[in-house]
C-alpha cells in the first residue's frame, strides 16, 4: 500500500496540474460564447431597426400613395366642371344663335310688308299729287 501511495500521488498531481489548464479551456469558451451572443443581440437589434424604418417608408408611401390618389380625384373634378362649363357655354351659344335666327326671321318676315306699306303710301302720295 505505501508503494502504491506515490503512484496515487503522482496522478492526483498530474490530474492538478491538467485543471489549470482546463478551467482556462471553459473560461476561453465561456468568454467566445459571451461575445457570440453579444454580436447576435447587436444583429437582433439592428434587424429590429431596420424594420422599424421598413415600417416608416411604407407607411410614408402609403401616404403619398393617398395624397396622390386624392390629387388625382380633384383633378378628375376639375376637368368635370370644366367640361360642364365648355358645355354650358356652348349651350348659351346655340340658344343665342336660335335667338338671333328668329330675329332675322322675323326681319325678313316684315321687311317685304313695310316695303309694300313705303309703296302703297308712295302711290297714295302720287295720287293725291295727281288729283291736285
Excluded at 434587424?47 to 396622390?68: E, G, I, Q, R
Amino acid at each position: 500500500m505505501t508503494s502504491a501511495f506515490p503512484s496515487t500521488t503522482s496522478a492526483f498531481s498530474s490530474t492538478t496540474s491538467a485543471f489549470p489548464s482546463t478551467t482556462s479551456a471553459f473560461c476561453s469558451t465561456t468568454s467566445a460564447l459571451s461575445s457570440t451572443t453579444s454580436a447576435l443581440s447587436s444583429t437582433t437589434s439592428a434587424l429590429s431597426s431596420t424594420t422599424s424604418a421598413f415600417s416608416s417608408t411604407t407607411s410614408a408611401l402609403s401616404s403619398t400613395t393617398s395624397a396622390f390618389s386624392s390629387t388625382i380625384s380633384v383633378v378628375q373634378l376639375s376637368i368635370q366642371h370644366n367640361n360642364l362649363n365648355i358645355k354650358q357655354y356652348k349651350f348659351s351659344i346655340q340658344q343665342y344663335n336660335f335667338s338671333f335666327q328668329q330675329y332675322n326671321l322675323a326681319f325678313s318676315s316684315t321687311t317685304p310688308a313695310f316695303s309694300s306699306a313705303i309703296s302703297a303710301f308712295s302711290s297714295t302720295t302720287s295720287a293725291s299729287s295727281n288729283t291736285s
